[in-house]
């Protein structure tokens, strides 16, 4: 069976003259690859009225559907909308339902809807309307000879809530797409070459029909499986026996699956041991309490958090012991076990964590040289603590020690919830 | 003078099909336009023979230069090479200089010259070579009808080598360039619609040889100047004549430039003004606190920060009047201001800023719908308040209600700076 063919045009002079990466194209391409698309060509081009024609003649001579994204803003330069009406021979009309989706958009801001925003409603008549719940600009579908075109803004959360919402799915109605099926394995706290010894046998005894992929991130490395064939239930059983086998080689590095996260992950395991949390931040500033509330619902385990960044709030607020600090300094053992204890009892929570150390890319010592950091758990009946030695940039620092902070929560609650099962 | 035009073709499927983002292509677009010549064109093409011979074809009937990556690897997937043969009609020969090349690469490591990396010596005899000092696989020139071909490894720290060391300083010597000067201008506070009504005359009045973008993002709208000429000093000079008209119509909108971002625009305010700030965040977590504690040299200005989630923690901890959460509710004018007021004194800081609010995607009712955010500025001298009636998504609540923070934080600043000056 011949693949469907997609092609992806991104419109808009930012990309083309490398003042913003396409993140957007390499999103579109993996979901489209996820229903059995194959993205053939993607192909970035100006603000311009002959390229765009151009591009669209080139890609529809090629491809079964064409993605287009940009270019649709309410001003002059966007010229997507014009293009689209000139190449399929159509007039731009008001749309009316358009019409109430944008007036409801600015009202519910409360907010009238401006001349220019009123523009936003005029779609060629040839496009069938595709929602934007969150944007000004709605989406144009249109379709000819068996080909489909596809037009969405290219602000990156509208354009993959069409996606996911209405064109996926349109999609594998139309075309009879080749079933694949992938499937993410999460793990956390080992190495890529390190993990590929310890689950070579596994990896060497895989089926024909299921290939293996290393996709390596800070602190963590995801496990892609994808299997091929015509049954995708068969497929579904083929991966899952195969990672029943994986577990007995890696199983306790695997915090979860494809769209898991470490703080939903954490948040899972909270809400299946009934645990409340509390945080006490130095060196990471936040970022992992941002990462615990970012989870819908972690109101119901995540208690309270404190960034106390001066020695005097560690010591007044959150009643670190001065000797602890004075005598081994803010980024030290003794401070971080104080620091993961205290904030349990500040905010009445059953597990407490911190983190205290030198995120940098200045502050540190010959004893202590940037990216040494600190980190503790704290459960009234364990102190866990590690230190960790990174790195000179402070962005990657925070995002490591957030990812090995959860890691030690998610080593400790796993514990006692296998003890409980 | 018409601008010397590139397009530039990346070849592999990894980046075709989502597996890497593809960031070489940003990287070289930047460069070239520094130097005066325009990507009219990007394109990503799989490794397959028909379509990089159709994209070769293509590109030279656009553009000036072609600039290809990817596919030069050893092996048998990779098929740059004996495309640009074929499509120049050109031989594969042993290129000595090459092979010397390579053979040193291997040596320097203490390795053998392997068969399969002797292939990488034999070249289009068409071809004129690009050395790479840092790889196996050597660049490739080729020039035709007053056209440049030039093939570079996919590999991103080879490909900027070879571009600075080699191919940006030929292009130049060849191509008379013309002069870009780019700007970005960065606004906070009003929407894209409002804000180009508000600088029409200013947008009608710009000279020829520069051009203005609306680029929009959450909260924020960039304004992009393009200059083109001859003298880079005197399109520095005309652009920044042209930012003191803007400054007219929209300066209080504006919080930096180019690289600036909020949290670093704001906390140059807090530096200039010596002034400190303490956070007091519930729905957004401890998101804006991570902003602003990214920021290296943060810990000058920032002393603290507190996320009580709960009633409780408002009360004991951050010490909000009972009266206001139980008469008002956590998310109510009453409460933010305590928040705000109560977090400066808990961190003993000059400034104090909170948020509260139901972030969603559940948790509202009918008189305070998902979305519905509070937020506050305090000093001691005076308190601002503001509702946000937002959205019902997670996390475009919390960035958005980050950046409404901040741009509080900002014209209070700006205005006591103003008032010392």
Known sequence: ?????????????????????????????????????????????????????????????????????????????????????????SKIALDNEALAEVTEFFKSKGLELSDINRQQAFLPECCVRVPNKIGTAPGMWVERNGKVFVSMPG??????????????????????????????IKTVGIGESWLS??????????PEHIRLAYLPSLGQVKLRLTAVGDDLDQLKADVEEQIAILKTYAGKYIYGYDRDQMETAVGDLLKKSGKTIALAESCTGGYVTHLITSVSGSSKYFQGSIVPYHNDFKINVLKVD??????????????????????????????GIATSGIAGPTGGTPE???????????????TVTKKLQLWKDRTLNIKATAVALLNLVRIS?????????
Chains 1, 2 share one sequence.
């Open 368 to 382: 202590k040289p940037v990216g040494t950091i600190w980190i503790a758990y704290a459960d009234g009946n364990e």
């Open 1 to 89: 069976m011949a693949r469907t063919k997609a092609e992806i045009i991104t419109i808009g002079d930012e990309i083309l003259y490398g003042q913003i990466v396409d993140t957007n194209s390499q999103w579109m391409s993996q979901e489209l690859d996820k229903v059995g698309i194959k993205t053939v060509r993607k192909t970035t081009i100006s603000d311009e009225r002959t390229d765009i024609l151009g591009a669209f003649k080139e890609a529809e001579s090629r491809a079964d559907i064409i993605l287009i994204t940009g270019g649709l803003g309410p001003t002059n330069d966007d010229l997507t909308k014009p293009c689209l009406a000139e190449y399929f021979d």
């Open 322 to 351: 001065e000797k602890a600090i004075l005598g081994h300094g803010a980024v030290s053992e003794p401070t971080i076990i104080e620091m993961a204890n205290n904030v349990r009892k500040l905010f009445n929570a059953d597990i």
């Open 413 to 421: 609650l796993s514990k006692t919830i296998e003890i409980k099962d």
């Open 155 to 184: 602000v990156p959360h509208e354009m993959k809530m069409m996606m996911e919402e209405v064109v996926i799915p349109k999609l594998q109605d139309i075309f009879n797409t080749e079933v694949i099926f992938h499937k993410l």
């Open 197 to 206: 010894e310890e689950i070579k046998v596994w990896e060497d005894n895989l």
